[in-house]
């Protein structure tokens, strides 16, 4: 009888071995199913996340060759711009440069801003070249006097007192008639 009683306890330890065991199988089998979905899911964010990020990509690099583009066009806009400012000036500059020494060669005359200025005189010479000079020089003061009327192209001349434009007009003619 003991040996009855021995068996039928170790049949039911076996029994609650194999329960035990079919509820681990069982919680284990649910565990991996669930971790499964779980990294099917994280997968499946991974690769929604890779998608808009290449999207995001293709649409930022489009906006990259459309910024380049406008910058070419920009730099190139602002390079001709430059050109014919520059075109502009150096024509300025050679006006006034032709202008100052047209009224280098007559230094009697070089002063348009004088108002006992020769050439105010009325032309009654009758000598033909001294009225077409005379002529000549009254046209390049009426040019300077233009490029004068813009602040940036004054000649430092107009800054000098009456009295100093007065002595260098008197140098200049004392230079004259030493030669």
Known sequence: ME????????????????????NLYDSGVSFGIRKALLSERGKMDIVERLDFL??????????LKIQEARHALMERDWEQQTAVESKKLGD???LLERANSQLKMY??????WYSHSR???PLYSKDMYAR?????????????RNLLQYPSYRLPAL??????????????SRNLSLE
């Open 3 to 22: 040996r009855g009683l021995l068996l039928v306890r170790i049949r039911d330890e076996l029994r609650m071995s194999l329960a035990a065991y079919e």
């Open 54 to 63: 290449t999207a995001e990509n293709e649409e930022l690099r489009k906006q």
């Open 92 to 94: 300025k500059i050679e």
């Open 107 to 112: 230094p009697e005359y070089s002063y348009p």
């Open 119 to 121: 050439t105010y005189a």
């Open 132 to 144: 077409r000079a005379l002529m000549s020089i009254n046209a390049a003061r009426a040019r300077v």
């Open 159 to 172: 800054r000098l007192s009456p009295e100093t434009r007065i002595n260098l007009y008197r140098k200049r």
